[in-house]
């Protein structure tokens, strides 16, 4: 039977609105964890969406690998459904479309992924198109009533190329696989889930209108690089991680306790010009990742409180290496005569987060207000021997969110405001000046990370969601344009950054 308002729909109403995810999580909260036989516990037996988004971008206040002026198209659908009492599905397609006007130093998919070790050139001015798509599945079946297995497959593939010479070309795919497991009794749960993740990303530069050589950069970390003279180069980087997450759930009455401890251990090898074990100018990156979280969840009356703690650790080194050409006829050969370790990095970030909900008399969310405490320490060095170059920080934030339901008919209104605060608590840079080190030092670049990440910085977000439910048509529950604006500013200069985003979706 069709619900012809909102304002009349039960507690037990299969209807779905756009707050209708944002309930799943905070109802089950397994859905924020790496194990997909979580997907069982759903309360909603189906919740479908299709969305498509524009976004624009503008401002100074960047990264320096980032731009100054850009635009996003994304469309996106996904989907729970509970096929029986023992098998649920989810799935999960998007398809993203990116412009970045005047990209310099960069010519990798992604330069903020954690290895330091990217190609670039010096050419501005030209714009970068990237193109994103991802496919994702999961399933959850109970085969006992004390036993549920589970798997997650994730596909992605990307594509970016710049539009002046000498012209870049990325193209990116990757897949990750994680079968899972879940055992349950009365009064708890325990869950086990193991993956791995592979990928690689070809870059090939590409002259299409020129004769001329260009000054190619391989940097290394710190902005220390390698610089080569040529018309075209390439390279080939590869990604191959393993993971595992343990998780433990408990229930005393109305307090459920979730605990979640993840482990990843990560390695990405770069060879230039597409030479396997060429290594003149490439690097490889080890990452060794742990992350704990703990989520309470108390649920007095209509009422729901939710404590979410969640801490991050990484430590990771950049392998450099030393090698000699061999030729031998038609075959050349690298040999690799020493590995050195000349790029460490570690960071540790914290987050807490308090939320309250309250659901209204007609079953859906009512108010939400969220409190979030955020910490970040993060340390580098790179070893130029006998200099060792070294940088730190530690910041701290806080963030407060609230909004609020109407359902005035077959509408749906949520307005919500949103306001963070990121505070330098301290900060360190130690650099050298040695002219015979410092020549092969972009010292400019590492500067302007290190001064965005550093600066206190103040954020402002304001949203609004309007749905509409035509009661009258079967299977779409809601039709919703989503509104938003992302305003940054930093407190001691005049820069900023803005991002505004429209959103039509149909939930089904």
């Known amino acids: 039977m069709l619900h012809t308002t909102l304002s009349s729909a039960s507690d037990s109403t299969r209807w779905n609105t756009f707050n209708s995810k944002l309930q799943l999580h905070n109802t089950n909260r397994w859905l924020t964890t790496a194990n997909a036989a979580g997907i069982f516990f759903n309360t909603n037996p189906r919740y479908t969406s299709f969305e498509g988004s524009y976004e624009l971008?503008?401002?100074?206040?960047?990264k320096v690998h980032d731009t100054d002026n850009g635009n996003l198209t994304k469309i996106k659908a996904e989907g729970y459904n509970s096929i029986n009492d023992r098998?649920?599905?989810?799935?999960?397609f998007s398809y993203q479309k990116t412009n970045k006007d005047s990209i310099r130093w960069n010519a990798t998919y992604d330069p903020y992924k954690g290895s330091p070790y990217i190609i670039a050139d010096t050419l501005t001015g030209a714009s970068y198109t990237y193109e994103d798509y991802n496919l994702q599945g999961k399933a959850a079946f109970q085969f006992s009533d004390s036993w549920i297995i589970g798997g997650n497959i994730s596909y992605y593939a990307a594509i970016a190329a710049k539009a002046l010479d000498?012209?870049?070309e990325n193209t990116v795919n990757g897949i990750d696989i994680s079968p899972s497991l879940i055992y349950q009794t009365s009064s708890f749960k325990i869950g086990f889930n193991i993956g791995i993740h592979t990928s690689k990303e070809v870059i090939d530069y590409k002259v299409e209108k020129t004769n001329f050589n260009y000054s190619y950069f391989y940097f290394k970390g710190f902005g220390f690089y390698t610089r080569a003279i040529d018309q075209q180069t390439s390279r080939y980087q590869s990604q191959n991680n393993l993971y595992a997450a343990l998780q433990i759930e408990n229930q005393f009455n109305d307090l459920k306790s979730l605990t979640e401890i993840q482990f990843n251990k990560g390695i990405q090898q770069t060879d230039d010009e597409r030479v396997k074990n060429k290594k003149l100018y490439a690097g490889d990156w080890e990452s060794t990742n742990a992350n704990f979280s703990q989520h309470f969840k108390w649920t007095p009356n209509k009422v729901t409180h939710l404590l979410?703690?969640?801490?991050?650790?990484?430590?990771?080194?950049?392998i450099e290496y030393t090698q000699n050409k061999k030729e031998s006829g038609d075959l050349t050969e690298y040999i690799?005569?020493?590995?050195?370790?000349?790029?460490t990095q570690k960071k540790l970030d914290g987050k807490l987060d308090y939320t309250f909900l309250k659901k209204h008399k007609n079953g859906f969310q009512n108010w939400m207000i969220k409190i979030t405490t955020l910490a970040s320490h993060h340390a580098e060095k790179y070893y130029y021997i006998p200099e060792i170059f070294s940088m730190s920080y530690f910041n701290l934030g806080t963030s407060a969110m609230f909004h609020k339901n109407f359902y005035p008919g077959k509408f749906h209104f949520c307005p919500t405001i949103k306001g963070q605060?990121?505070?330098?608590?301290?900060?360190?840079?130690?650099?050298?000046?040695?002219?015979?080190?410092?020549?092969?030092?972009?010292?400019?670049?590492?500067?302007?990370?290190?001064n965005?990440?550093?600066?206190?910085?103040?954020?402002s977000e304001a949203n609004l969601k309007i749905g509409y439910s035509h009661g009258d048509i079967k299977s779409i529950d809601q039709v919703y344009v989503d509104i938003g604006a992302v305003y940054t500013k930093p407190t001691k200069t005049n820069q900023k950054y803005l991002n505004i985003t429209f959103?039509?979706?149909?939930?089904?």
Request: glycine content about 6%.
């Open 57 to 62: 971008m503008n401002g100074a206040f960047h």
């Open 87 to 92: 098998l649920v599905l989810y799935g999960n």
């Open 166 to 168: 000498p012209r870049p």
């Open 308 to 318: 979410d703690f969640k801490a991050d650790f990484l430590s990771g080194k950049g």
């Open 336 to 343: 690799t005569i020493a590995k050195n370790k000349k790029y």
């Open 421 to 450: 605060y990121f505070k330098n608590i301290n900060k360190k840079l130690v650099l050298h000046n040695d002219p015979e080190i410092t020549k092969y030092q972009q010292i400019d670049l590492f500067l302007a990370d290190f």
């Open 452 to 459: 965005y990440n550093t600066t206190d910085v103040f954020q």
């Open 503 to 508: 959103k039509l979706g149909v939930l089904f």
